[in-house]
C-alpha cells in the first residue's frame, strides 16, 4: 500500500515541480527514448539473470505494493500454532507428531492456522525440523546445525532478487545517457537547421538522462530494498520458529519455548507477553474441549 503511495509522491512530486517551473510537457513525452532506456534494461536483465532468479523476482515483485503477511496477528498466531505442538509432544510424545509433519494440511494442529499453512517455506521450514526430531534427531546441537544451515540459504536465496533489481537500477542513469547520445546525434545532423529545431532535439535527448535517474532513484532502486525489507521480514519470521524449537529442544516447557520465541520478533510486531499467555491459554482450553 505504501509503495502505491510512493509512486505516487515521486511521480506528483517530479511533474508537479516542473508544472510550476512553467515547463511544457509536451517535450517529456519520448517514446524512443523510453524504448531505449526500458528495452535495454529489460535486454540487461535477461542477459546477466538466471531463469530462476527472473521466476522469483515476477514472483516477489507484486508482493512489494500489498500489505506485509508478518504483523502482529501473524505472529501471535505462530506463537500459538508452536505452543500446541510443544503441548502435544510434550505430553504425547515427539512420535505423536508424525502425521503433524508428515501431512501439515491434515495435521490436527495445522489445519487450526491456515494462513500458516499458506506461508508453504515457513510450513517446510517447522515440519521438516520437527522431522528430525520425530526420527531420534534430539541434540540440541545438531537441530540448531541444520536450521542455522537452512535459515543461511533462505536468506542467501531472498537476496538475489532484490540485488538483481537493485543491478538493473544502477544501470538505468547509464542507460539514460545512452539514450541522450543518440539524441546528440540525432541533434548533430540537424546542426545547420533552425535554432527551435536544435533546441527541440537537445531537449528530447536531455529527456534520455532525466528518465533514466528517476527511473533509478524514483522507482527501481526504492522497489530493490523494499524487497530487501521483505526478506528480512520473513527471515525474522522463521528466526522465531528456531528460537522456539531450539528452546523446546533443550528441555524448556512449551510456555517458555514460545517465550524464547516471541523475544525475537520486532518489538513493532511483537505482542506482549500477556497477549502471548491469554492466546495460549484459549488454545489449551480449545484442546481441552
Same mark, same amino acid.
Not at 537441530?143 to 537493485?166: F, N, Y
Given at each position: ?5 510512493? $509512486?505516487?509522491? $515521486?511521480? /506528483? ?7 510550476? &517551473? ?19 534494461a529489460?535486454? +540487461? ?17 507484486? *508482493?512489494?505494493? /500489498? ?6 496477528t ?26 503433524e ?17 499458506k ?29 542455522? &544451515?537452512e ?17 538493473? *537500477?544502477?544501470?538505468?542513469? /547509464? ?16 546542426i545547420? /537547421?533552425?535554432?527551435?529545431? =536544435? +533546441? ?7 529527456? *534520455?538522462?532525466?528518465l *533514466? =535517474?528517476l ?71 480449545? =484442546? &481441552?474441549?
Amino acid at each position: 500500500m505504501f509503495a502505491i503511495i510512493g $509512486v505516487v509522491a $515521486v511521480t /506528483g512530486c517530479v511533474l508537479g515541480g516542473y508544472a510550476m &517551473a512553467h515547463g511544457p510537457f509536451a517535450i517529456l513525452f519520448q517514446p524512443a527514448e523510453v524504448v531505449i532506456i526500458g528495452g535495454a534494461a529489460l535486454g +540487461g536483465l535477461l542477459i546477466g539473470t538466471p531463469l530462476p532468479v527472473l521466476k522469483m523476482l515476477a514472483g516477489k515483485l507484486p *508482493g512489494v505494493f /500489498g500489505s506485509s503477511p508478518y504483523n502482529k496477528t501473524a505472529y501471535l498466531k505462530m506463537l500459538c500454532m508452536l505452543y500446541e505442538v510443544f503441548g502435544k509432544a510434550r505430553k504425547e510424545g515427539l512420535i505423536a507428531l508424525e502425521q503433524e509433519v508428515n501431512n501439515p494440511d491434515q495435521g490436527e494442529i495445522f489445519r487450526k492456522y491456515p494462513d500458516f499453512l499458506k506461508n508453504h517455506h515457513a510450513v517446510d521450514f517447522l515440519c521438516d525440523t520437527l522431522k528430525l526430531m520425530v526420527n531420534g534427531v534430539t541434540d540440541t546441537f545438531e537441530i540448531e546445525k541444520a536450521m542455522d &544451515a537452512e535459515l543461511e540459504t533462505h536468506h542467501q536465496e531472498r537476496a538475489l532478487s532484490s540485488g538483481v533489481l537493485a543491478k538493473v *537500477g544502477d544501470g538505468l542513469p /547509464g542507460l539514460g545517457i545512452v539514450a541522450a547520445v543518440l539524441g546528440i546525434v540525432i541533434t548533430m545532423q540537424s546542426i545547420d /537547421g533552425p535554432v527551435e529545431e =536544435i +533546441g527541440h532535439h537537445v531537449a528530447a535527448a536531455l529527456v *534520455g538522462t532525466f528518465l *533514466g =535517474i528517476l527511473m533509478s532513484y524514483g522507482y527501481i532502486q526504492p522497489l530493490s530494498t523494499q524487497l530487501e525489507h521483505m526478506a528480512h521480514e520473513e527471515s525474522k519470521f522463521l528466526e522465531a520458529i528456531k528460537a522456539g524449537v531450539i528452546s523446546f529442544t533443550g528441555g524448556a516447557n512449551p510456555v517458555v519455548a514460545v517465550e524464547f520465541a516471541r523475544k525475537v520478533i520486532y518489538s513493532f510486531n511483537r505482542p506482549s507477553n500477556a497477549e502471548m499467555e491469554e492466546a495460549c491459554k484459549q488454545a489449551k482450553n480449545a =484442546i &481441552a474441549a
